[in-house]
Nanobody, 122 residues
């Protein structure tokens, strides 16, 4: 499974942004996908995750209520939409996946994308 994250960029406080994770390769339609982020000097942290069927979704408290994770099934794409962006949302965002576990911990993910930078300017 290969993962490609996209959609990052420079935005203003209060803006919205949608990140996309495109999966390809064998079994890419049957993976559970999670988003993580890492700011300079900090540990990589969980943001949101969705099962292969889309039936189970989890969010970190830091983005709960202002983010939505969803799947575009036929295209094997998982989108993460975050609104009301804050400076603390500035980070490199990574998508990750696993065939058996919902990746809410970095140790639970087998596959990783390369990351996309999100910078929230005040």
């Amino acid at each position: 499974v290969q993962l490609q994250a996209s959609g990052g960029g420079l935005v203003q406080v209060g803006d919205s942004l949608t990140l996309s994770c495109t999966a390809s390769g064998r079994e890419s339609a049957h993976i559970h996908v999670g988003w993580f982020r890492q700011s300079p000097g900090k540990e990589r942290e969980f943001v949101a995750a969705i099962t292969s069927t889309g039936m189970t979704i989890r969010y970190a408290d830091s983005v709960k209520g202002r983010s939505t994770i969803s799947r575009r099934g036929p295209e094997n794409i998982v989108d993460l939409h975050i609104h009301t962006l804050e400076p603390d949302d500035t980070a490199i965002y990574y998508c990750a996946a696993d065939r058996g576990r919902l990746p809410m911990l970095t140790s639970a993910a087998t596959y990783w994308g390369q990351g996309t930078q999100v910078t929230v300017s005040s």
